[in-house]
């Protein structure tokens, strides 16, 4: 499925997944969820753990983004563009979270980081299902979580933090869109890719479920791990339809999710 060359992945749990992208050596780079420093609350020191993951995040996302355009050169030019703005908005969005962790007293390689969506989604040898994984799907469910963010930070007196948050899912909004477009378009253009698209989706599942915390494993903070049902997020239907997903993508979503009793205040809505 990936294309890649051995020296080119990393074998996680019997797992074969590309190798993690380089970063500064002061950064501790962990290979998933289990490993990485989550603390709870808004406590200062989960404050500034928060931003350095999504500060991370951003970042994966320029080094996805930009992959795609050295590995497709022959992806039609308006999809290259789309991917190439993209890249300038992750920058920009890094530079915002990077000063306002130093802001906040934080530093960059103070929490390990993980390149989780890196790994999975370019190890994958089709732009259709990068676009699927990446945008559709981990930057989809970025909508979700920026649409309750800003709130907590608000709550906490933060509304400098709440606003680059803001700002970031303005941004996050239209990277979904062209993905979910050009997605319809190159599908209709050729059938076969919904077999690229639709193993990619099983591929993300199998890598999730064997990386994922065993029953009774402690956080390396020492704490208990949420259960899964617990880290579920509210789906943002508003911005979903932004991005362009149809009211019959979002309802089977609402539905995976557990939150089939919103569904019909958002068909109201």
Not at 19 to 24: L, T, W
Not at 90 to 104: D, F, K, N
Not at 193 to 213: G, H, Y
Request: hydrophobic residues 40%; contains cysteine; proline residues 4%.
């Amino acid at each position: 499925m990936t294309g890649l060359k051995p020296e080119e992945t990393k074998q996680i749990k019997g797992m074969t997944l590309r190798r993690d992208p380089a970063r500064e050596d002061c950064f501790q780079v962990v290979h998933s969820d289990a490993e990485m420093q989550e603390w709870p609350g808004m406590t200062e020191i989960s404050q500034r753990q928060r931003i350095h993951r999504h500060m991370n995040n951003e970042t994966g996302a320029i080094e996805i983004a930009a992959q795609c355009l050295v590995d497709f050169p022959e992806a039609p030019w308006e999809l290259r563009m789309h991917l190439a703005r993209q890249c300038w908005d992750e920058s920009r969005h890094v530079a915002a979270l990077y000063q306002r962790l130093r802001e906040i007293g934080g530093r960059k390689g103070e929490f390990p980081i993980s390149c989780f969506e890196w790994c999975v989604t370019c190890s994958l040898d089709s732009l259709a299902a990068r676009l699927a994984l990446q945008n559709r799907t981990f930057e989809a469910g970025e909508l979700d979580l920026l649409g309750q963010l800003p709130t907590k930070w608000r709550e906490i007196g933060d509304e400098r933090t709440a606003e680059v948050l803001e700002s970031i899912l303005s941004d996050e909004i239209t990277h979904v869109r062209f993905a979910n477009q050009w997605l319809k378009l190159m599908v209709r253009e050729d059938r076969r890719l919904l077999l690229k698209i639709a193993m990619a989706v099983r591929f993300l599942t199998t890598v999730t479920a064997a990386l994922a915390p065993q029953e009774g494993q402690l956080s390396p903070i020492g704490l208990p791990f949420e259960a899964p049902q617990n880290r579920i997020t509210q789906v943002n239907v508003a911005d979903r339809r932004q991005a362009d997903f149809s009211d019959s993508e979002i309802d089977e979503y609402l539905r995976q999710s557990g939150f089939q009793s919103i569904m019909a205040a958002s068909a109201e809505g």
